[in-house]
Antibody, heavy 115, light 107 residues
Framework: QVQLQESGPGLVKPSETLSLTCTVS????????WSWIRQPPGKGLEWIGY???????NYNPSLKSRVTISVDTSKNQFSLKLSSVTAADTAVYYC?????????WGQGTLVTVSS | DIQMTQSPSSLSASVGDRVTITCRAS??????LAWYQQKPGKVPKLLIY???TLQSGVPSRFSGSGSGTDFTLTISSLQPEDVATYYC?????????FGPGTKVDIK
């Protein structure tokens, strides 16, 4: 059973870059798509983007100018960078396996944007 | 981009009731639709994919139907453990937009 675990700072200052890493255990990162999804407190789910293990990516157009997702197959990890953050980027960030059919999710990590 | 809507936004029903949630896409998405359940404070869980295929381990009281632009999630007999917010998600093409959610609780 694959497990995913997000890690990274829980507090980011406005205008800075949010950086999170997802470590995959119990299976290989190869041959799958991997996604980032976020959920502002008390609100719904927003798909951020995905990466294939080969490195190809697809991002939500609403965030595309600020998002970079990368993969490190040697570490079985993939990462999210979101630049120029504002308070509107405060959310629980989930990493997940899959794209439109997400079977496995990390526990989620709350990232607060505040000075 | 295709927009997803859900109705109702919330509902309250009695244990044993049949509950139906509707999801509508602004353009046709064939059957590329998934349903997720998110219990309070928990991670979303995949219930149904391809509009009507039940994910392994999901109780059979859950069912999905629809194609094109209109989809439904039905709980045939509502149980206390079904209290949750339910989201639909399109995945015919990126962006894989979620619906706004339907909150279900017990009357």
């Amino acid at each position: 059973q694959v497990q995913l675990q997000e890690s990274g700072p829980g507090l980011v200052k406005p205008s800075e870059t949010l950086s999170l890493t997802c470590t995959v255990s119990g299976g290989s990162i190869s041959s799958y798509y991997w996604s980032w999804i976020r959920q502002p407190p008390g609100k719904g789910l927003e798909w951020i983007g995905y990466i294939y293990y080969s490195g190809s990516t697809n991002y939500n157009p609403s965030l595309k100018s600020r998002v970079t997702i990368s993969v490190d197959t040697s570490k079985n990890q993939f990462s999210l960078k979101l630049s120029s953050v504002t308070a509107a980027d405060t959310a629980v960030y989930y990493c997940a396996r899959g794209t439109g059919v997400v079977e496995s999710w990390g526990q989620g990590t709350l990232v607060t944007v505040s000075s | 981009d295709i927009q997803m809507t859900q109705s109702p936004s919330s509902l309250s029903a009695s244990v044993g009731d049949r509950v139906t949630i509707t999801c509508r896409a602004s353009q046709g998405i064939s059957n590329y639709l998934a349903w997720y359940q998110q219990k309070p404070g928990k991670v979303p869980k995949l219930l149904i994919y391809a509009a009507s295929t039940l994910q392994s381990g999901v109780p059979s009281r859950f069912s999905g139907s629809g194609s094109g632009t209109d989809f439904t999630l039905t709980i045939s007999s509502l149980q206390p453990e079904d209290v949750a917010t339910y989201y639909c998600q399109k995945y015919n093409s990126a962006p894989f937009t979620f619906g706004p959610g339907t909150k279900v609780d017990i009357k």
